[in-house]
């Protein structure tokens, strides 16, 4: 079975700053793994994504997340963040089955303050 | 190509009431996932359907709860007898392919048990 533990449940940060959103997982098979964001009122979008390769993966939107094996965690990281970044921000992983359900971790809600 | 689209986007029940939440996948979308968000909390894991098929549903409460995906027409989850403790917010997510294929979401329908 797999797990996913979001270290932050709230991280406020200035706009034009960097931010950190950590994950860390737990999987006794390998694993794919997620983030997604989530806007209010709305459903889940995918940021990025890693499978295999390249351990520092790039997404939409200027974000990226590096894939860190031995410490089994994949933070989400920004340079300088917007405004427009605030929102729910969830990890995921999925085991290496043919369903591809994804297990969520808690989610850290990002508040960009001006 | 319209998205993953949920109705209602909010459904009042009195305890006691059925729940029927629909979810349209994407076109060429075979594949639907339902997920349960409860207040403060992550996204959990519910059913995974093919058409005509259920192919994973652990995550699925042993009682009350069922769902469906016909051949024609939209995915059903469908709740029998409401309890508050299923208010809730319910996600639908469609893939092309089974796996590591991604997922997209709807916007959810959340529901509200009086």
């Known amino acids: 079975a797999q797990s996913v533990t979001q270290l932050d449940s709230q991280v406020p940060v200035f706009e034009e700053a960097p931010v950190e959103l950590r994950c860390n997982y737990s999987?006794?098979?390998?694993?794919?793994l997620f983030w997604y964001v989530q806007y209010p009122n709305q459903g889940l979008q995918l940021l990025l994504k890693?499978?295999?390769?390249?351990?520092l993966v790039k997404g939409i939107n200027g974000f990226e997340a590096e894939f860190n094996k031995s410490q089994t965690s994949f933070h989400l990281r920004k340079p300088s963040v917007h405004i427009s970044d605030t929102a729910e921000y969830f990890c995921?992983?999925?085991?290496?089955?043919?369903?591809?359900?994804?297990?969520f971790g808690q989610g850290t809600t990002l508040q960009v303050k001006p | 190509n319209a998205g993953v689209m949920q109705n209602p986007r909010h459904l009042v029940r009195r305890r006691g009431q059925e729940a029927r939440l629909r979810c349209s996948p994407m076109k060429g979308h075979s594949h639907v996932y339902w997920y349960r968000q409860l207040p403060e909390e992550g996204l959990k894991f519910m059913v995974y359907l093919q058409k005509e098929n259920i192919i994973d549903e652990s995550g699925m409460p042993k009682e009350r709860f069922s769902a469906e995906f016909p051949k024609e027409g939209p995915s059903i989850l469908r709740i029998q007898q409401v309890v508050r403790g299923d208010s809730a917010a319910y996600f639908c997510?469609?893939?092309?392919?089974?796996?590591?294929?991604?997922?997209?979401f709807g916007p959810g329908t959340r529901l509200t048990v009086l």
């Open positions: 995921a992983v999925s085991d290496r089955s043919n369903t591809g359900k994804l297990i």
């Open positions: 997510a469609s893939s092309e392919l089974a796996g590591v294929n991604e997922q997209f």
């Open positions: 890693y499978l295999s390769g390249s351990t």
């Open positions: 999987s006794s098979v390998s694993v794919y």
